[in-house]
């Protein structure tokens, strides 16, 4: 496997793996390595199988399935698919899956380790993922607010950042009372510590559906796939929890 550094200080993009073939042990530890070390790990060109994608998403952990399952994959409830297309009226996957910055699940008690997207039909321009680091955010404090961010212990939801009003348009996309009722506010701290880099990182905003990026200390991971007619913007912050994935 080759690595190709993405930007300055994180973000790696690999080369030379196939996913829809079985990974050794070994093969997948290097993965993973890779993965914790550059906190986004991209692998291009991949032609995966909705089983392929899954079975590979599950050597990081359990997955997840997304409260809003009526946008799980029909074979896989661990998938969840990302899409803005319409057919007949219907909406094929959840379209607003992250238009600000987020940490994936903060919104339970354990945050996913991983989230696993593998995007099948692009706009041309635009629609772009964002990720930000979350290390350089916290070691770039002051000493006085690391000092002052050690015990605080920030509000997650499943909402949309502060906004609890669900009819607002910057309103996540709404739940039935059934997903409702599984969903309660969860406390999580401000500052984590991560416990394979003897290093600390904010959690962003007591938000919404967040996604995470690398978090050694959770067990689960978040799947997804992605599919847009049209252009979108879709940023994702990083966390720390469990994952689920996403076609």
């Known amino acids: ?3 190709k550094k993405l930007s300055r200080d994180f ?3 690999a080369s030379g793996v196939d996913l ?3 990974l050794s042990d070994a093969a997948f530890r290097e993965i993973e390595e890779a993965f914790f070390a550059g906190q986004v790990l991209v692998f291009r060109g991949q032609k995966l199988t909705a089983r392929e994608f899954l079975e590979f998403a599950r050597r990081f952990g359990p997955p997840e399935p997304h409260v809003v399952d009526q946008f799980h994959h029909p074979e896989y409830a661990d998938i969840l698919i990302l899409s803005n297309v319409v057919r007949d009226g219907k909406p094929a996957g959840l379209a607003d899956a992250g238009t600000y910055f987020h940490t994936d699940y903060s919104y339970l008690e354990m945050p996913a380790r991983a989230t696993l997207l593998h995007s099948i ?9 964002l990720f930000a680091n979350q290390y350089s955010a916290y070691d770039d404090l002051p000493g006085a607010t690391k000092k002052r961010l050690q015990g605080l212990i920030g509000l997650h939801h499943y909402g949309n950042r502060d906004d609890l009003e669900e009819t607002s348009r910057t309103a996540a996309s709404q739940l039935t009372e059934e997903q409702k009722a599984r969903l309660r506010w969860v406390r999580h701290p401000v500052a984590r510590a991560i416990p394979s880099r003897a290093a600390r990182r904010s959690t962003p905003s ?3 559906r ?5 978090c050694p200390s959770a067990r689960r991971a978040r ?3 992605s599919s847009s007619a049209t252009p979108r913007s879709r940023s994702t ?4 929890r469990t994952a689920s994935a996403t076609w």
């Open 121 to 129: 039909q692009v706009p041309r321009a635009g629609g772009d993922t």
């Open 1 to 3: 496997m080759r690595l």
């Open 223 to 225: 799947c997804s796939t």
């Open 20 to 22: 829809a073939r079985p």
């Open 210 to 214: 967040s996604a995470s990026r690398a």
């Open 237 to 240: 912050g990083s966390a720390c």
């Open 11 to 13: 973000a790696l993009e």
């Open 206 to 208: 007591p938000a919404a």
